[in-house]
């Protein structure tokens, strides 16, 4: 009994002394806000069978239309290659529609993504920089300078462009053969051929502009004489801008001309044989290389690729597919758990 | 003193710089430091190399060094600035970091090193600066100032020469310390007297040698009790002098630069190696031919034509590692370092931790260890004081055996009781300490010591009679019953230790007679005893004991004039002593403290800390083996293990006590023990509900545990009895070791944590006996009163029942933080870096970089570091209160199970499929076909800008997917660093930038997001990507979810209920 009422005593005592010292030590009281304490309020999502489930089927419902779709109009564009090691001969026109047709080159196992090509360029040279003109990049090494001239354009890229002309006639069943007219612009990016490539200076004589540098070395002809169309010389010319577009892999195609349509009625390319005439310049034998001529419509969707429409058939037969199999096991899964729930 | 043991040089101070006289001994002035304290790291001129070397000795910017020198060098597939840029951004993080630590430090020095101090100097006070002060200067300290230095005390204002120290800023216990002065200097009073002084003291040994004039030196043993240390207070006490002995500064600065994912490192190290020697012979394979190795088209230069096979292969490979480093992010170092910085703000910021009622709220001392406190498997704690509230109460007494009962030797126990302790007095009301108020009409007055026992029982005796009033001159006064004041001299103290386990006083009375009583445990009395009713005592404190009560024996012997001298004799000339002066203490203690007569016991009440016992339960469920480690008796730690349910009803309680092993021998005890323990394990192995399984509690005292770690003499026959002692332990949920030694509380934490399946440990406690466990254990935590060390230990919580949201909750979220954050940097490396190892085998293994420079720079930094480091800061995968109310959870995450082979694996197996995914589905799109819809052809680089798309996509929706606690700041960040990712790309594709050497990137990002089937491809990509982890998710949560899994549903709160029906 003594002992509890001293007890009382006691606990007054110290709450009397330790009131000030509290209150000093409050402040350093933690800050009750919902950061500090861990308690913002979230949302919580879980996935489980339930909350997946439609999301697999809506998945599965949209992707399989739109893989239709694309495969359909995959297999809707005509697509006719050629190699062109074997030429000569004849070939059937498959083309039926009234819209262009693109004629593209291929090139198979040429390395146009190897670094020391990729970057054996120097972009400000093609910007159009006279210092660069005469002083051309390192990194353009060792196709910087012949004979001590800066080479103009220089660097690998530029050094092998492709110099293969190729020509399409169509063989009149009366014997003649009518060249087809194509169009060489519009072939490259036009950020590409208005923004990142320039000539030097805007000057109409291009010769002028590049004198005293030299042309690559494999090139026939220097930069300057690319074309007739001041539009479309020097360095702006759009065979030069697409070949300078390094592909990603070592078989690739490049858009070498546009055959223009005539009009929505008239195919652009008539029914009949053809003729592909092929100036052999171009050397793809030392490194077991082929090459190609791809003539081609364009969808939407750009070429022929039957990958896209198959894939996405696929992976949306899939998720429905895995739709139905958790649907199973949600319900198998689902209503053991809410069965053991309701036992107790 | 092991503080300047660890100086080997004789130090022999000159007090007020004054030569020895001849003769005595050569005067060898000394130099010592002055009393400059430098805590900071560097100065303005050296920050710069000094902090780059010191960056630079981590190996892991030493790594990304190297890396970006090669890159210099030699001729690399990215730039510098690649790897310049992260590493210069972490360098300067940190430089900036450690250079405003730095300079805080700078400032504070500045402040200690300017604060005003007196010096006598030829007899007169003189003020200078803290810095000025030299070793030997007198220096004179008034009542609430700190020491400017460590000091030996002179002389103090006090008449007994005595001064109260508090050593709240050093260790921050409160409670005031007695020290003493010299006491042939005690008398001085003034300046002049004090300047006079003619003394050297000898250091090392601890000895003041004093010279009067024409007489021989006198000799004086210093020690601790004399030494007052910097930065200790100065209180109740007018002013005292004292001669600066060590001045200057003694800095332990461990850089400690521990990364706890090493392992994961190792495994990058060694995947990124594989790619590079994988890739490096592939390309001579491949080159093996000339006309792949230089066709028409694409020649070396002279140059690189010229040089040696090897030299050329040796800069392949440094290539192929530049290209491939990213694996191994710099990024992820420093954002595994802010997730632990920032994360431990969760901590201090708990509120539910805080405790009002002490202040105070829980510390974090290492950042370092945050998720192993997810990992505890085993939890020493400390008895007195963590699980308890070491709030003593005086219960009872027990005289000759009769509890209460008059006696002839009743007032010589009370006497006893008021006489043999360190209790002070303590005047004034407005001083921290422990207080106890005493309303007797008289001023208030307090009763303050370091230990609790002993103000309880000294206000105990109060309560019966006998009131202790003072210690005045070196007389100890004494109220007794009859409101007279005794008055006893105080001799000697032979203080407590934790050997020992008790402490004497001799004492001589107003009669003249010497007493010595003793007070201590009663194992430490009982054997010393020769007379009194020690049957009756025994079973009265072995019932005490059960109740929980903490006991202690009083004895005391009447010493005869010249067993006074010999002990005084003894006494001195231990204290003299020059080498092992704690041992011969101890030896003269023991010869002087015997032939006790004993008269009898007292018990003191030290309650439970509220919640004691839900926190251990807690922690048992959540799959923690509880030990506790006590000094007390068995019986009263048992009580107090049964109280705070450490041991329930159904436990098995196993004893390994000295009780049992002087029956049988410690060899058969510990194998019928560990059969026992088999068998359970081999019937429970049969029944798979372990809810009803018996489990085992282990009780072993002090003296059996030395037994057995006791390296075995016997020969090998007998086996180790070490690891069945393990084996033992291993299968109990609970284990009490009682009469522990400080010492021994370490060795059984660094038994368990030297066992084969190297648990994670964790020791709380809160004294200074407690400390070599804690430094023991992996996390130590320090409770409420043991901030005498409160630095040692890693955390610092207020009280007991904080360790249940300590581990239960901050502890596991930080272990699934800092686990996802691991893989996941892994996980988003191998999709990154993979699609580029895919690359070099269509690219003629030519090291071409698959993204552009500024992808490759940017993806770990910006891209894809914010998400991630959130996550780790925020997730939360369960609710705070689910973890509390199941602490079972916490064993889903035990055994380290989140960073463990399988899971790893998973991560990894995961990473390759994406990035094959994202490679692949490219390639296919992009293989031999046009992309547009104007017929024109795309490049190489927006090839890899749309796989970079789909992987930056992916990435973060994985993550998206693995949060589970979606704040404002989740979707901010996560949704915000796509559209980082998608306005960054316009614009570093929008603009021709001047000042870069290439155009590559112009229009890229815009012409890909111009065609129809790029979009299609990145949302067929992303998709597919993200499916095999969406199923395997669903998949396991459906078949066989774990006990986290089930919580997150709210299924855990049914299967509780069910068992409690």
């Known amino acids: 009994m003594m002992a509890s009422s001293y007890n009382a005593k006691d606990e007054d005592g110290h709450i009397t002394v330790s009131g000030p010292g509290g209150g000093t030590l409050r402040s350093k009281k933690p800050e009750n806000t919902a950061f500090k304490q861990q308690r913002l309020p979230a949302w919580q999502p879980i996935l489980t069978a339930g909350t997946v489930l439609p999301a697999f089927f809506i998945i599965g419902l949209i992707f399989i239309p739109i893989g239709i779709g694309l495969y359909v109009t995959s297999n809707n564009i005509k697509e006719f290659e050629v190699t062109l090691y074997d030429m000569s001969g004849p070939h059937q026109n498959p083309f039926r529609n009234c819209n262009n047709v693109f004629m593209y080159y291929g090139l198979s196992n040429f390395y146009q993504n190897h670094r020391r090509y990729v970057k054996s360029r120097d972009d400000s040279q093609l910007n159009g920089d006279l210092e660069s003109l005469m002083k051309p990049s390192k990194e353009c090494e060792p196709y910087a300078y012949h004979e001590n001239k800066p080479i103009a354009p220089c660097g690998a890229i530029a050094n092998s462009m492709f110099n293969d002309t190729l020509e399409l006639f169509y063989n009149d069943p009366n014997g003649t053969k009518i060249q087809i007219p194509m169009t060489a612009t519009g072939i490259a990016w036009w950020t590409d051929k208005h923004v990142k490539f320039r000539n030097p200076t805007d000057n109409a004589n291009l010769t002028a502009v590049f004198q005293g540098t030299t042309k690559p070395v494999n090139w026939r002809r220097p930069v300057y004489e690319l074309d007739t169309d001041p539009q479309n010389n020097g360095f702006i010319n759009e065979d030069f801008i697409v070949w300078m577009r390094t592909a990603a892999l070592p078989t690739f195609r490049k858009l070498y001309r546009i055959i223009p349509k005539k009009n929505s009625m008239v195919p652009t390319l008539l029914r009949g044989n053809y003729t592909l005439e092929v100036v052999y310049n171009y050397p793809v034998r030392s490194f077991e290389g082929r090459k190609r001529m791809i003539l081609s419509t364009i969808s939407w969707m750009g070429g022929k690729n039957p990958f896209l429409g198959i894939a996405y058939i696929t992976v949306g037969s899939v998720c429905f597919f895995l739709g139905v199999v958790l649907l199973i096991i949600h319900h198998k899964y689902g209503n053991r758990n809410n069965s053991a729930d309701i036992a107790n | ?1061």
């Open chain 2, 1 to 1061: 003193w092991e503080y300047y043991s660890i100086n080997p040089f004789h130090r022999t101070v000159y007090i007020g710089h004054k030569e020895p006289p001849p003769g005595a001994e050569a005067y060898i002035p000394q130099r010592y430091p002055d009393n400059r304290i430098v805590s900071s790291k560097y100065t303005f001129w050296n920050f710069i190399p000094k902090n780059l070397f010191e960056q630079f000795r981590r190996i892991a910017n030493f790594y990304f060094l190297v890396i970006f020198l090669v890159q210099l060098i030699i001729d690399t597939p990215t730039s510098p600035v690649t790897s310049g840029l992260p590493l210069f951004f972490v360098i300067t993080v940190t430089a900036i970091k450690q250079g405003y630590e730095d300079w805080l430090r700078h400032k504070a020095d500045c402040s200690i090193n300017e604060c005003p101090v007196d010096v006598v100097q030829q007899g007169k006070v003189v003020r200078t600066q803290s810095h000025k002060l030299r070793v030997g200067d007198i220096v004179m300290v008034r009542e609430d100032e700190t020491f400017p230095c460590d000091l030996i005390l002179l002389s103090s204002s006090r008449h007994d020469g005595t001064c109260y120290v508090t050593t709240t800023s050093l260790d921050g216990e409160s409670s005031h310390k007695t020290y003493y002065a010299v006491p042939d200097t005690m008398a001085f009073r003034t300046e002049q007297e004090v300047g006079s002084l003619h003394a050297t003291i000898e250091y090392f040994v601890g000895r003041i040698n004093i010279y009067k004039d024409k007489e021989e030196p006198v000799a004086r043993p210093l020690g601790a009790e004399n030494l007052l240390l910097r930065g200790a207070t100065l209180k109740n006490t007018q002013r005292i002098y004292a001669v600066a002995v060590y001045t200057g500064m003694e800095t332990k600065m461990a850089l400690n630069y521990q990364s706890k994912s090493q392992k994961r490192s190792a495994v990058e190290k060694s995947m990124n190696a594989f790619l590079i020697v994988i890739n490096t012979v592939l390309k001579y394979a491949w080159q093996w031919s000339p006309d792949r190795d230089e066709p028409w088209y694409n020649h070396r230069t002279e140059n690189e034509r010229q040089r040696h096979v090897v030299i050329r292969a040796f800069t392949d490979f440094l290539a192929f590692m530049v290209l491939f480093n990213y694996i191994i992010p710099v990024s992820m170092y420093v954002t595994v370092e802010m997730q632990k910085f920032l994360g431990s703000y969760f901590i201090t910021w708990d509120e539910e931790m805080f405790d009002e009622e002490l202040g105070e709220g829980a510390q974090v001392n290492t950042s370092d260890l945050n998720e192993e406190l997810g990992q505890v498997e085993y939890v020493f704690t400390d008895k007195t004081g963590t699980l308890t509230e070491n709030n003593m109460e005086f219960i009872e007494c027990c005289v000759d055996g009769n509890v209460y009962i008059p006696h002839e030797h009743e007032d010589l126990f009370f006497r006893a009781l008021c006489l043999c302790h360190t209790v002070q007095v303590k005047e004034e009301e407005t001083v921290d300490g422990i207080k106890r108020g005493i309303h007797q009409g008289r001023p208030t007055s307090f009763y303050i010591s370091s230990s609790p026992d002993e103000v309880a029982l000294v206000e105990g005796m109060k309560r019966l009679g006998y009131t202790y009033l003072r210690l005045k001159d070196n007389y100890m006064e004494i109220l007794n019953k009859d409101d007279e004041i005794e008055r006893f001299k105080l001799l000697h103290v032979l203080n407590f230790d934790s050997v020992r386990r008790r402490m004497s006083v001799i004492v001589k009375s107003s009669s003249g007679e010497y007493l010595l009583f003793c007070k201590g445990a009663d194992s430490s009395i009982f054997p010393r005893v020769v007379s009194g009713k020690v049957e009756q005592v025994k079973a009265r404190v072995e019932q005490n004991a059960v109740e929980g009560l903490r006991t202690l024996c009083v004895a005391y012997r009447r010493l005869s004039e010249s067993e006074y001298e010999e002990a005084c004799h003894h006494l001195t000339e231990a204290k003299l002593a020059l080498q092992d002066r704690e041992q011969r203490l101890a030896q003269a203690y023991d010869i002087i403290e015997r032939d006790f007569v004993l008269l009898g016991a007292t018990a003191v009440e030290d309650r439970l800390q509220e919640k004691a016992a839900d926190t251990i339960e807690s922690l048992h469920k959540a799959g923690m083996k509880v030990w506790v480690l006590t000094g007390d008796k068995m019986e009263t730690a048992a009580a107090t293990c049964y109280a705070s349910k450490l041991f329930r009803r159904s436990t098995q309680i196993l004893e390994l006590t000295k009780k049992r092993t002087e029956e049988q021998s410690l060899h058969d005890v510990l194998f019928e023990l560990n059969r026992t323990v088999l068998r359970q394990r081999s019937i429970s192995g049969y029944d798979l509900t372990h809810v009803y399984c018996l489990d085992f509690g282990l009780i072993i005292d002090g003296a059996t545990l030395s037994a057995v770690l006791k390296p075995n003499q016997e020969g090998a026959g007998h086996g180790n009895y070490r690891e069945i002692f393990l084996e033992i332990c291993r299968n109990c949920s609970a284990v009490l070791c009682c009469r522990m030694a400080p010492l021994q509380k370490a060795q059984i934490v660094k038994l368990i944590k030297a066992s084969k399946e190297h648990p994670i440990t964790l020791a709380i406690g809160d004294g200074a006996n407690d400390v070599s466990m804690i430094l023991e254990a992996h996390v130590g935590i320090m409770g409420k009163e043991g901030r005498q060390a409160a630095r040692n230990s890693d955390y610092a919580i207020p009280k007991f029942k904080h360790l249940k949201k300590m581990l239960l909750v901050h502890g596991h979220y930080y272990y699934i933080r800092i686990a996802e954050l691991v893989q996941y940097f892994f996980y988003k490396n191998v999709c990154f870096i993979f699609p580029q190892f895919l690359y070099q085998f269509f690219c003629g293994f030519s090291q071409q970089p698959l993204y552009d420079t500024a992808y490759l720079t940017l993806y770990n930094i910006s891209f894809t570091s914010l998400p991630i480091l959130l996550y780790s800061l925020v997730e939360q995968h369960v609710t705070v209160e689910t973890l509390k109310r199941e602490p079972s959870l916490y064993r889903d995450i035990a055994k380290n199970s989140l960073l463990r082979w399988p899971v790893f694996l998973y991560w990894t197996c995961l990473g390759v499929f994406d990035a094959v995914i994202f490679f692949f589905g490219a390639y296919f799109l992009f293989d031999n076909t046009t992309f547009t819809s104007n017929g024109q052809m795309f490049g190489n680089w927006t090839f890899g800008t749309l796989v970079f798309t789909v992987l930056v996509f992916t990435v973060t929706l994985k993550l998206a997917l693995d949060t589970h606690h979606w704040t404002w700041i989740n979707h901010f960040v996560i949704w915000g660093s796509l559209l980082f990712y998608v306005i960054f790309s316009l614009l570093w594709g929008g603009i021709i930038w001047p000042f870069l050497n290439y155009q590559r990137m112009y229009y890229v990002f815009m012409q890909m997001l111009s065609s129809g089937p790029a979009w299609l491809s990145i949302i067929l990509l992303i998709t597919v990507s993200l499916l095999p982890d969406v199923i395997k998710k669903v998949l396991c949560r459906a078949i066989c979810p774990t006990a986290t899994e089930r919580a997150q549903v709210g299924l855990g709160t049914n299967s509780t209920v069910k068992l409690n029906l």
